[in-house]
């Protein structure tokens, strides 16, 4: 970059930030597929009222099932109850005694710690979810779909490009409204992906009249696909319930699946499940940002890790959070109190992680955008510029620190480039790569009715890959997975992704405990063969 960037120290510039007010608002809120590349955390910060927050929090795991389920768990007292009893006083779907339903019911039994490891995490979001499923009046069993879904885990990522808890695919999720560019994917957004998904579990039950179990199938297979199985059975005179349907063997363990966790909380006294205790309190309150924020500084102005932070926060794909919103914070309940006057004594620009830089002859917006690595249109935007013109000695707001993203292999948005050839559209270019015209104007900082020219490079979404090739085997069976180490895996953090031992890792090909691993390296992992694994 042929010019001489010169910081300043952080004063009020002669820019407009577009969120430069804050007004704090907090309100309480209370096929398996595998994340890009870090694993999120089982700890939690234990969601424990009392009578002052100021303490430093600490991370507890949530009491985990064990196998067998039927050895006794030491009991853990919560004086405000518990959610799940709250879930299995909701409960609506019907109690199914089916061979595929007892299956997935003994799998569960089977894999305790795996379980345990679930609901650790569900301890972030359950409590939220209840809420929003109990507040539409719809069976509660729903509350435990993200374990069907994606384990609680707001980074899964399937083959079929399926993000979240909910595990939307991008097309379902745009019909839903869940924005997906370079600075967020609201399919990993705990408050938006679980209104989309109750918004289409609740269309697909009408489409279903009032058949939880069609309705279900559904939301895995397609409501068309359903359909066309139904009337596929009514042209060969049979029965048109879930388990006398055609369907793909992921969909056929999928319901099944459900009803198998609804089994278990109808049924936990009597078989002796030791279920964890999930309290029935917010977990999270939402903070009301008043514009960007630095998910970093929020990190430490909060006291908690970084990663806890993010896995509440898990729509967001950079160190900031996006110009244009939501502008609002998850953070864990027992630290609001102290996180909210800490925030709220910093400027708009020192919250957004910002720091002024005089403009200096030779920049150009492209090429400062390009050297902090955000798109054009950040600038444009948490500066109030409507064109690309700069005048030398103005002042604008940019990063003040490193900008990656905050987890690797999150943003699957403006991470390729698209040679602009003779004939090429912004429209025909979206079409091509899965993006909106808006979406590829914003990315590239240019407007909509930009004119193209050849040559020109462009930012944009890449097809999805993954390090992943999977060998077919029965639904329950065990299945082989061919895994390509990536530049910073680690034995433990590809063991956590899969869920399986390090040890198993190393017996499996053939390792000693002091082998390293190399990128590129090929690992065969042993998965059970019902759930589905990508990324």
């Known amino acids: 970059m042929n010019r001489r960037l010169r910081q ?32 999120l955390p089982d700890k939690v910060i234990r969601n424990t009222p009392s009578a002052t927050s100021t303490a430093e929090p600490r991370p507890l795991p949530v009491p985990a099932l064990r196998a067998p389920l039927h050895d006794e768990l030491p009991p853990t007292p919560v004086a405000i109850g518990d959610v799940m009893d709250r879930i299995r006083a909701g409960a609506q779907l019907p109690d199914v005694d089916h061979p595929w339903v007892r299956a997935e019911f003994d799998w569960y039994i089977r894999n305790g710690e795996y ?5 650790a995490r569900a301890q972030r979001y359950l409590y939220f979810i209840a809420n929003e499923v109990e507040a539409r009046g719809l069976p509660m069993e729903l509350a435990l779909l993200p374990v069907v879904e994606s384990a609680f885990n707001p980074f899964a990522y399937s083959r079929s490009q399926a993000s979240g808890l909910w595990q939307f695919i991008p097309g379902t999720g745009k019909r839903y409204e869940l924005k997906q560019d370079w600075w967020q994917d609201q399919r990993r957004d705990v408050i938006e992906s679980t209104r989309a998904a109750l918004d289409y579990l609740t269309y697909l039950n009408q489409k279903f009249d009032g058949d939880w179990m069609l309705a279900i199938a559904a939301y895995n297979y397609g409501g068309g696909n359903v359909s066309r199985a139904i ?34 909380l109808r049924q936990a006294d009597i078989y002796g499940l030791p279920l964890p205790v999930i309290p029935d309190a917010a977990y999270f309150q939402v903070v009301d940002t008043g514009g960007p924020v630095d998910l970093r500084l929020a990190a430490e102005l909060a006291g908690v890790d970084v990663e806890e932070l993010h896995a509440l926060n898990a729509g967001w794909n950079q160190w900031v959070t996006g110009p244009d919103g939501p502008h609002r914070l998850l953070v864990p309940a027992v630290v609001a109190d102290q996180f909210v006057p800490r925030f709220a004594a910093l400027e708009p620009a020192q919250r957004a992680g910002l720091t002024p830089y005089s403009v200096a002859s030779g920049d150009t917006l492209t090429g400062l955008a390009k050297h902090y690595q955000v798109p054009a249109s950040f600038l444009q935007s948490v500066n109030g510029i409507n064109g690309s ?6 002042e604008l707001y940019v990063p003040g620190r490193d900008v990656a993203p905050l987890r690797k292999g ?3 948005a403006a991470t390729s480039q698209h040679t602009v050839r003779s004939g090429d559209t912004l429209w025909g270019i979206s079409r091509r790569y899965g993006m909106s015209v808006g979406e590829l104007a914003r990315v590239n900082g240019i407007s909509t009715k930009s004119t193209l ?47 399986v031992s390090v040890r198993e890792l190393q017996a499996w090909n053939r390792m000693s405990s002091n082998t390293s691993i190399r990128a590129g390296q090929r690992l065969t992992i042993h998965v059970d063969g019902s759930r589905d694994y990508g990324g």
Not at 9 to 30: E, K
Not at 115 to 119: A, D, E, P, S
Not at 236 to 263: H, I, Q
Not at 463 to 481: F, L, N
């Open 453 to 499: 020219r050849p040559g020109q490079k462009l930012a944009v979404r890449p097809p999805a890959t993954g390090g992943v090739s999977v060998s077919v085997a029965q639904a329950g069976e065990p299945r082989k997975i061919n895994y390509k180490v990536r530049k910073g895996d680690t034995l433990s953090g590809i063991a956590r992704r899969f869920d």
């Open 8 to 39: 300043t120290g952080l004063r009020q510039p002669a820019v407009h930030l577009v969120a430069a007010g804050l007004a704090l608002l907090i309100a309480a809120c209370a096929q398996t597929p595998t994340e890009p590349v870090s694993s």
């Open 410 to 412: 999150l943003v699957r």
């Open 231 to 264: 009337r596929r059975n009514q042209q060969l005179g049979r029965g048109t319930d879930f388990f006398s349907l055609s369907l793909p063997r992921e969909t056929r363990a999928y319901v099944p699946k459900l009803l198998a966790l609804s089994r278990m």
């Open 389 to 394: 013109e700069l005048s030398i000695g103005t």
């Open 115 to 119: 379980m345990g490891r679930v609901f």
